[in-house]
Structures are given as structure tokens and as C-alpha cells.
């Protein structure tokens, strides 16, 4: 089948689906959704589907990106701790390193590499421990000065693994 056929197909079949699954929300009177994040990650979800659908692994990282986001966004509607978002932002890369990952396993083995997948991974952990132990003290997250205090060192750390990431080269086999 045609790539332009089978997209069509999937997005057809897809809208099929979410049209009867909202309809007979409609009719039953039924909140489907506990919170309106999810809705965020229906449709992440949705983009994986769809990418399953028409063979297109690597829709899995755009998938993966907006779900973690309706993570974040359901975690912050949950907690009413808005100001997370000051952090919780630079898990994003560390979403899109899943969505590699599925991707990966999904068969687009030539566009992802493991390095490739580590290294977002890596780096949005790091930046989300730098953000978290400047924003988490002044809004409260932890009174344990310990992070606070040391916060300075994990910059330097970061700095220092870039730095041997450059001058290290891995050989291939």
C-alpha cells in the first residue's frame, strides 16, 4: 500500500475511533477523563497510534513529547504547584529520548542510536537537577540546604562531562 494511502487510513480510522469513543461519552453521561490533562495525553497517545497505524516509527517521539507533557501538566493541575513548570520543563528532552527509544524498538533502528538516545536522556536529567535545586529551594520543594548548597558543583559537573563527551571518541567496530 502507498505511504499516502496508509496515512490516510490511519488518520481516517483514528478520527473514527475518538468521534464514536466521544460520542458515547455523550451519551452515557460519562466523564471519561478524570482531568483535562489527560486529554493532553489522549492525544499523545492518539500519535502513537497513528504512527504504529501507518508505519511510521518515528512518530513515537513527538507521541512521547506531548504525553509527558500532559504528565507534567496533570501533575501540576493535581498538586496546584504551577510554579513546578520553573523545572519540569527540561524533562522534556527526556521525553523525546523515550520517543527515540520507542521508535528504535518500533524498527527505525537507522535513525536512532543509543548514544544519540543517552545523550538526551543524560542532558535533561542534568538540567533538570540544576533547575530543581535553584527553583525547588526558593519555592519551597525541599528544606534540606544540602542541594541548595551544592548546586553551583553540579553546573561544573555538567560542564566537565561536555567536556570529555568532546575529547573522548568512542570506536566503532
Not at 496508509?6 to 466521544?22: D, H, K, N, Q, S
Not at 452515557?28 to 497517545?45: N, Y
Not at 533547575?131 to 553546573?155: C, D, M, V
Request: proline share 3%; aromatic share 16%.
Amino acid at each position: 500500500m502507498q505511504s499516502n494511502r496508509r496515512t490516510l487510513l490511519g488518520f481516517g480510522v483514528l478520527l473514527i475511533l475518538a468521534g464514536l469513543a466521544f460520542a458515547a461519552l455523550q451519551l452515557f453521561h460519562v466523564t471519561f477523563f478524570p482531568s483535562w490533562p489527560f486529554i493532553v495525553i489522549g492525544v499523545g497517545v492518539a500519535l502513537l497510534v497513528l504512527g504504529v497505524l501507518i508505519n511510521v516509527p518515528a512518530m513515537a517521539v513527538p507521541a512521547c513529547i506531548v504525553s509527558g507533557i500532559g504528565g507534567i501538566l496533570y501533575y501540576t493541575a493535581l498538586t496546584l504547584h504551577w510554579e513546578a513548570w520553573s523545572f519540569l520543563w527540561t524533562l522534556i528532552p527526556g521525553f523525546m529520548a523515550i520517543g527515540m527509544f520507542l521508535a528504535w524498538v518500533l524498527g527505525a533502528r537507522k535513525n536512532y542510536s543509543f548514544r544519540a538516545m543517552l545523550d538526551t536522556l543524560i542532558s535533561s536529567l542534568v538540567m533538570f537537577s540544576i533547575f530543581f535545586a535553584i527553583f525547588g529551594s526558593l519555592f519551597g520543594y525541599f528544606t534540606n540546604g544540602l542541594l541548595q548548597s551544592f548546586w553551583p558543583l553540579l553546573l561544573v559537573a555538567a560542564g566537565l562531562l561536555i567536556l570529555v563527551r568532546g575529547f573522548v571518541r568512542i570506536k566503532k567496530a
